[in-house]
């Protein structure tokens, strides 16, 4: 590290922490709660996240092409912390038959929100930091993604029998405003990394760039990105098998919702 990339990489640091501790406070809640709506129902939530996927990455692609970094970042992070209000309120006042759809909703939505807050972390830190940089420092930043993963799975683990549900899910909310706020410092340190001298690569403040289809274009041309495609659909063709498999397990050994929980938080944590 040189000087002047501590701050920088601190607020780097607390961002991806925060924002993995909040996914995996609720991973463990969705994977319950995908079981309570019945093991054979699964495929059916794994096409809705499919479908709700392809339904909003261009309206997603064009808000990161049209709005500043700045604008757009704590945009995000609180629109989908609002949607976690709204779901604590909806556990909150429904009953037995209401939870069994408002998990699934919960399910399919939770599903897209990985994909979305953590594609965002790293597109605003890779136009942050240099390429230089990012060589020496990325590696440090995804450790903290790591322990926030192991705090958010250990903080549902140990809460998840005796919790409601729905106080998780606030604790989730309050994580991605730290997100926010991590965002809003780190944004204050890039304007000094671009004024370095070792850091004239490093993007302009603005838009994030990109158009909607730019992903898949840049793809379809790269041999490097297009293996890297395969092996992550091979890995989530394994991955759904052995998914279907831990339900079936919680299904049988756990007849509560807090063991069940707690069970999938500990898989996570391990």
Same mark, same amino acid.
């Given at each position: ?30 994977? *319950? ?12 939530? @794994? ?31 609180? @629109? @989908? ?25 919960f399910f399919i939505w939770l599903s897209i929100f990985n994909l979305f ?20 420092? @990325? ?40 997100a926010v706020f991590s965002m809003r410092g780190l944004a204050q340190m890039?304007?000094?990394? %671009? *004024? ?21 274009? %840049? ?15 091979l890995f989530s063709i394994t991955s759904t098998f052995l998914y279907f ?6 299904? %049988?050994?756990?007849?509560? %919702? ?13």
């Open positions: 590290m040189r000087p002047g990339e501590g701050p920088a990489l601190a607020w780097s640091w607390a961002y991806i922490f925060s924002i993995l501790a909040a996914y995996y406070v609720l991973r463990p809640i969705r994977d *319950q709660m995908g079981v309570a709506g019945g093991i054979e129902n699964l495929p059916w939530l @794994f096409t809705g996240t499919l479908a709700g996927m392809l339904a909003l990455n261009v309206p997603f692609a064009w808000l990161v092409k049209t709005l500043p970094r700045a604008r757009f970042v704590p945009l995000t992070y609180r @629109f @989908f912390a609002a949607n976690i209000l709204v779901f604590a309120a909806a556990l909150y006042v429904a009953g037995p038959e209401g939870n069994i759809w408002i998990g699934r909703a807050v953590v594609s965002v972390f790293w597109a605003t830190i890779v136009d942050v930091f240099s390429a230089e940089q990012g060589k020496r420092l @990325f590696a440090f930043i995804a450790a903290g993604a790591t322990l926030g993963a192991i705090a958010g799975s250990a903080t549902t683990a140990i809460l998840a029998r005796d919790a409601p549900t729905w106080a998780l899910l606030l604790g989730a909310a309050v994580l991605l405003e730290v890039s304007d000094r990394l %671009r *004024q370095a001298p070792h850091t004239g690569d490093a993007p302009p403040a603005g838009a994030i760039g990109g158009s909607a289809f730019a992903g898949i274009t %840049r793809t379809l041309r790269s041999p490097y990105l297009l293996n890297i495609s395969l092996f992550l659909l498999e831990q339900a079936g397990i919680a299904k %049988r050994s756990f007849s509560d %919702r807090g063991s069940q929980t707690a069970f999938f938080a500990s898989v996570d944590l391990l």
